[in-house]
């Protein structure tokens, strides 16, 4: 997996002072190993460009222009992205995500179908192949959750994309404690976890495996790491060291605290799950914090 191993320090979810002087600085930073970096997969110069198909307008609508996007626009990168996306309205929506969406070159990112450039997406965020599940669908506008964000959207216009098939959920319910891991709307399993302690809760609403990593201290159990696109709520909340921090999907070196809000923000997990997990999710699958799940209809 030499296309992912792209960071030295990861965002713990550890549970007393003590851990964390045995872990050393662990705030995730997205730095590549000193090795040249993974070969992008370029159209020939003479082929063209892959990308999605838009779906067709209906008659009612047409699709709105794309306002030209200024060179100077910053690129979404692991740090903080920029301000004015969207908020997402489907944000508690555990309905799955069943599609991803890969830039395959610098994309403009708006604020709304025919709206405001604000930054680029590009195909990989300091390496590492960047897929973003797709939200919705408008007036031949796409709409993906928004990497190194909470809650938010990022609309796209046609062209400059290609798609995936995203077959796979994972589901965190915040007062029970539990992942669940869900395929093709099916429940797969489920495990206990750890989440995040008072002040340093998980953040809700919907986000996804943004990318993994080889654990960088033994106390997470000698399991790779997940990073989801989603970062503290409060950045200030967490310890200095882990500032600038996304939240992580892991492993501990012990199992003493599932059930428990012990962690800086991360969800943490049993080994074996975790090792499941890596061996079956592929990144850019969409994850969910909820509260809890909503009741079913009543049957008649």
């Known amino acids: 997996m030499n296309a992912y191993r792209w960071l030295r320090r990861v965002a713990t979810a550890v549970g007393v002072s003590a851990l ?96 405001r450039p604000l930054a680029f997406l590009a195909p990989t965020i300091r390496g590492v192949e960047l897929t973003m599940p797709i939200a919705e669908r408008r007036a031949g506008w796409t709409a993906v959750l928004l990497p190194s964000a909470n809650r938010r959207l990022a609309w796209l216009p046609p062209g400059g994309f290609s798609t995936v098939e995203l077959r796979d959920q994972l589901v965190v319910e915040r007062r029970a404690h539990r992942i669940t891991w869900y395929r093709a709307g099916r429940a797969v399993r489920s495990w206990e976890v750890s989440l995040g302690q008072r002040g340093q809760e998980t953040p809700l609403g919907r986000t996804f495996i943004l990318g993994r990593t080889p654990p ?29 921090a996304h939240i992580g999907l892991h492993s501990w070196y012990h199992d003493g605290e599932l059930g428990r809000n012990t ?36 049957t008649a």
């Open 20 to 115: 964390l002087a045995t872990a050393g600085a662990t705030g995730w930073a997205l730095t590549p190993e000193p090795v040249p970096p993974p070969v992008e997969q370029a159209a020939a110069p003479d082929e063209p460009e892959p990308t999605a198909p838009a779906p067709s307008p209906t008659p009612e609508e047409t699709v709105p222009a794309a306002a030209p996007a200024p060179d100077d626009l910053p690129v979404v990168d692991y740090d903080p992205a920029p301000r004015g996306f969207p908020a997402d309205p489907d944000a508690s929506d555990v309905t799955p995500l069943t599609e991803g969406l890969h830039p395959t070159r610098r994309i403009a990112a708006y604020d709304a179908p025919g709206g």
């Open 263 to 298: 962690t800086n923000g991360c969800i943490r997990l049993t080994r074996s799950g975790q090792r499941e997990l890596l061996a079956e999710v592929r990144t850019g699958s969409a994850v969910v914090v909820v509260d809890e799940l909503p009741a079913p209809p009543p």
């Open 216 to 244: 960088p201290q033994q106390v997470y159990g000698g399991v790779d790491i997940f990073a989801l696109g989603a970062v503290p709520d409060d950045p200030n909340s967490v310890p200095a060291s882990l500032r600038g």
